[in-house]
Protein backbone atom coordinates (compact mmCIF):
# COMPACT_ATOMS: atom_id res chain seq x y z
CA UNK A 1 0.00 0.00 0.00
CA UNK A 2 1.23 2.95 -1.20
CA UNK A 3 -1.11 6.19 -0.37
CA UNK A 4 -3.84 5.57 2.34
CA UNK A 5 -6.02 8.10 3.53
CA UNK A 6 -7.06 8.67 6.95
CA UNK A 7 -10.22 10.58 7.87
CA UNK A 8 -10.76 11.39 11.44
CA UNK A 9 -11.63 14.51 13.44
CA UNK A 10 -10.50 13.42 16.95
CA UNK A 11 -6.73 14.46 16.97
CA UNK A 12 -5.81 11.54 19.62
CA UNK A 13 -7.67 8.95 17.73
CA UNK A 14 -5.83 10.40 14.12
CA UNK A 15 -2.48 9.33 15.51
CA UNK A 16 -3.58 6.02 17.49
CA UNK A 17 -5.34 5.24 13.71
CA UNK A 18 -1.83 6.59 12.13
CA UNK A 19 0.01 4.31 14.26
CA UNK A 20 -1.67 1.09 13.24
CA UNK A 21 -1.90 1.77 9.23
CA UNK A 22 1.94 1.97 10.07
CA UNK A 23 2.02 -1.23 11.67
CA UNK A 24 0.18 -2.82 9.17
CA UNK A 25 1.77 -1.31 6.29
CA UNK A 26 5.33 -0.17 6.55
CA UNK A 27 6.48 2.61 4.11
CA UNK A 28 2.92 3.76 3.40
CA UNK A 29 2.59 7.52 2.70
CA UNK A 30 -0.20 8.59 5.09
CA UNK A 31 -2.80 11.68 4.63
CA UNK A 32 -4.78 12.24 7.54
CA UNK A 33 -7.82 15.01 7.45
CA UNK A 34 -10.25 15.97 10.32
CA UNK A 35 -13.28 16.99 8.17
CA UNK A 36 -15.05 15.48 5.51
CA UNK A 37 -14.36 18.66 3.32
CA UNK A 38 -10.59 17.86 3.62
CA UNK A 39 -11.16 14.76 2.58
CA UNK A 40 -12.86 15.44 -0.08
CA UNK A 41 -10.11 17.58 -1.39
CA UNK A 42 -7.37 15.02 -0.71
CA UNK A 43 -9.36 13.14 -2.75
CA UNK A 44 -9.50 15.30 -5.77
CA UNK A 45 -5.68 15.85 -5.20
CA UNK A 46 -4.02 12.13 -4.65
CA UNK A 47 -5.43 8.78 -5.75
CA UNK A 48 -5.63 6.12 -3.01
CA UNK A 49 -5.53 3.06 -2.49
CA UNK A 50 -6.50 2.52 1.20
CA UNK A 51 -8.77 4.92 3.01
CA UNK A 52 -9.72 4.69 6.80
CA UNK A 53 -13.10 6.96 7.37
CA UNK A 54 -14.75 7.77 10.22
CA UNK A 55 -18.88 8.45 9.96
CA UNK A 56 -19.06 11.27 12.70
CA UNK A 57 -17.36 14.15 11.29
CA UNK A 58 -17.89 17.63 12.01
CA UNK A 59 -19.10 18.92 8.92
CA UNK A 60 -20.78 15.93 7.60
CA UNK A 61 -20.89 12.18 7.43
CA UNK A 62 -17.50 10.20 6.28
CA UNK A 63 -20.40 8.43 3.71
CA UNK A 64 -20.01 11.26 1.48
CA UNK A 65 -16.24 10.81 1.35
CA UNK A 66 -16.77 6.92 1.11
CA UNK A 67 -18.79 7.89 -2.11
CA UNK A 68 -16.80 10.31 -3.27
CA UNK A 69 -13.85 7.57 -3.10
CA UNK A 70 -15.51 5.11 -4.90
CA UNK A 71 -16.63 7.45 -7.68
CA UNK A 72 -12.86 8.48 -8.58
CA UNK A 73 -11.15 5.75 -7.44
CA UNK A 74 -13.57 2.53 -7.69
CA UNK A 75 -10.55 0.33 -6.56
CA UNK A 76 -9.62 1.87 -3.31
CA UNK A 77 -10.09 -0.06 -0.25
CA UNK A 78 -12.49 1.18 2.03
CA UNK A 79 -12.70 0.41 5.87
CA UNK A 80 -14.92 2.38 8.20
CA UNK A 81 -13.73 3.24 11.49
CA UNK A 82 -16.06 4.68 13.93
CA UNK A 83 -17.86 3.56 17.14
CA UNK A 84 -21.43 3.88 15.43
CA UNK A 85 -22.40 -0.18 15.57
CA UNK A 86 -26.06 0.00 14.98
CA UNK A 87 -27.30 -1.81 11.89
CA UNK A 88 -28.56 1.80 9.81
CA UNK A 89 -24.66 2.71 9.66
CA UNK A 90 -23.58 -0.70 8.97
CA UNK A 91 -26.33 -0.97 6.03
CA UNK A 92 -25.60 2.74 4.86
CA UNK A 93 -21.79 2.16 4.89
CA UNK A 94 -21.88 -1.53 3.12
CA UNK A 95 -24.48 -0.37 0.63
CA UNK A 96 -22.05 2.57 -0.11
CA UNK A 97 -19.04 -0.14 -1.08
CA UNK A 98 -17.19 0.07 2.14
CA UNK A 99 -15.14 -3.42 2.25
CA UNK A 100 -14.65 -3.47 5.66
CA UNK A 101 -16.54 -1.75 9.28
CA UNK A 102 -14.01 -1.76 12.21
CA UNK A 103 -15.01 -0.05 16.10
CA UNK A 104 -12.27 1.65 17.54
CA UNK A 105 -12.59 0.14 20.50
CA UNK A 106 -11.12 -3.16 19.22
CA UNK A 107 -7.31 -3.64 20.28
CA UNK A 108 -5.13 -2.01 17.53
CA UNK A 109 -3.61 -5.40 17.07
CA UNK A 110 -6.83 -6.91 15.86
CA UNK A 111 -7.35 -3.52 13.78
CA UNK A 112 -3.51 -3.85 12.09
CA UNK A 113 -4.37 -7.41 11.11
CA UNK A 114 -7.69 -6.94 10.03
CA UNK A 115 -6.26 -3.95 7.68
CA UNK A 116 -3.48 -6.42 6.26
CA UNK A 117 -6.69 -8.87 5.71
CA UNK A 118 -8.68 -6.92 3.54
CA UNK A 119 -5.67 -5.68 1.45
CA UNK A 120 -5.32 -9.31 1.07
CA UNK A 121 -8.95 -9.73 -0.53
CA UNK A 122 -10.76 -10.89 2.67
CA UNK A 123 -13.49 -8.45 3.82
CA UNK A 124 -12.70 -6.80 7.65
CA UNK A 125 -15.03 -6.62 10.47
CA UNK A 126 -15.20 -6.57 13.38
CA UNK A 127 -16.61 -9.29 15.66
CA UNK A 128 -19.97 -7.61 17.16
CA UNK A 129 -20.40 -6.25 13.37
CA UNK A 130 -20.11 -9.73 11.62
CA UNK A 131 -22.57 -11.00 14.10
CA UNK A 132 -25.02 -7.78 13.88
CA UNK A 133 -25.18 -8.61 9.76
CA UNK A 134 -25.63 -12.16 10.05
CA UNK A 135 -28.63 -11.49 12.95
CA UNK A 136 -29.78 -8.91 10.10
CA UNK A 137 -29.91 -11.07 7.65
CA UNK A 138 -31.75 -14.09 8.99
CA UNK A 139 -34.20 -11.63 10.23
CA UNK A 140 -34.86 -9.95 7.31
CA UNK A 141 -35.84 -11.81 3.72
CA UNK A 142 -36.44 -10.23 0.18
CA UNK A 143 -40.62 -8.65 -0.24
CA UNK A 144 -41.98 -10.55 -3.08
CA UNK A 145 -42.24 -8.24 -6.22
CA UNK A 146 -41.41 -4.98 -3.45
CA UNK A 147 -40.45 -2.86 -6.79
CA UNK A 148 -43.91 -3.21 -8.40
CA UNK A 149 -45.76 -2.63 -4.82
CA UNK A 150 -44.54 0.77 -4.34
CA UNK A 151 -45.56 4.46 -6.75
CA UNK A 152 -42.03 5.59 -7.87
CA UNK A 153 -41.98 8.64 -5.26
CA UNK A 154 -41.95 5.81 -2.68
CA UNK A 155 -38.76 3.79 -4.41
CA UNK A 156 -37.49 8.00 -4.45
CA UNK A 157 -37.63 7.87 -0.39
CA UNK A 158 -36.81 4.57 0.02
CA UNK A 159 -33.56 4.54 -2.18
CA UNK A 160 -32.70 8.05 0.15
CA UNK A 161 -33.10 6.76 3.23
CA UNK A 162 -31.57 3.66 2.21
CA UNK A 163 -28.34 5.86 1.86
CA UNK A 164 -28.84 7.21 5.00
CA UNK A 165 -30.59 10.62 4.17
CA UNK A 166 -32.43 12.04 7.28
CA UNK A 167 -36.65 13.14 6.71
CA UNK A 168 -35.28 16.82 6.74
CA UNK A 169 -32.61 15.73 4.37
CA UNK A 170 -34.89 13.98 1.70
CA UNK A 171 -38.17 17.00 1.84
CA UNK A 172 -35.59 19.01 0.71
CA UNK A 173 -34.44 17.00 -2.21
CA UNK A 174 -37.41 16.39 -3.38
CA UNK A 175 -39.24 19.83 -2.29
CA UNK A 176 -42.02 18.12 0.37
CA UNK A 177 -43.43 18.78 3.41
CA UNK A 178 -41.23 16.34 5.74
CA UNK A 179 -44.60 15.14 7.28
CA UNK A 180 -45.13 13.94 3.60
CA UNK A 181 -41.59 11.94 3.60
CA UNK A 182 -43.08 10.56 6.82
CA UNK A 183 -46.59 9.36 5.72
CA UNK A 184 -44.37 7.90 2.40
CA UNK A 185 -42.08 6.22 4.66
CA UNK A 186 -44.87 4.82 6.71
CA UNK A 187 -46.31 3.54 3.46
CA UNK A 188 -43.03 1.80 2.22
CA UNK A 189 -42.65 0.40 6.00
CA UNK A 190 -46.16 -1.09 5.48
CA UNK A 191 -46.31 -2.27 2.06
CA UNK A 192 -42.77 -4.18 2.32
CA UNK A 193 -43.47 -5.29 6.02
CA UNK A 194 -40.60 -3.80 7.70
CA UNK A 195 -40.05 -1.44 10.43
CA UNK A 196 -36.42 -0.07 10.73
CA UNK A 197 -34.08 2.01 8.64
CA UNK A 198 -31.48 -1.08 8.65
CA UNK A 199 -34.30 -3.00 6.32
CA UNK A 200 -35.34 -0.44 4.18
CA UNK A 201 -31.53 0.01 3.47
CA UNK A 202 -31.46 -3.37 2.96
CA UNK A 203 -34.52 -3.81 0.30
CA UNK A 204 -32.98 -0.35 -1.24
CA UNK A 205 -30.02 -2.05 -2.26
CA UNK A 206 -32.31 -5.21 -3.26
CA UNK A 207 -33.35 -3.48 -5.98
CA UNK A 208 -31.01 -0.77 -6.96
CA UNK A 209 -31.90 2.08 -5.17
CA UNK A 210 -29.09 2.97 -2.96
CA UNK A 211 -27.74 5.69 -5.18
CA UNK A 212 -29.29 9.17 -4.90
CA UNK A 213 -28.51 11.50 -7.68
CA UNK A 214 -28.66 15.12 -6.13
CA UNK A 215 -29.01 18.08 -8.37
Not at 150 to 169: A, K, P, Y
Request: proline share 3%; charged share 20%; net charge negative.
Amino acid sequence: MKNILIVEDIAQTRSWLENIVKEAFDGANIVSVATKQTGLNAISLNEFEFALIDLGLPDGSGLDVLRALKETTPGCLCAITTVMGDDAHIVAALSAGAQGYLLKEQPAEMLSRQLRQLADGLPALSPSIAQRIMEHFRLTGPAAEAESNLTNREQEVLGMIGSGMRNIDVADALDLAETTVASHIKSIYRKLGISSRAEASWHATQMGLGTVNKT
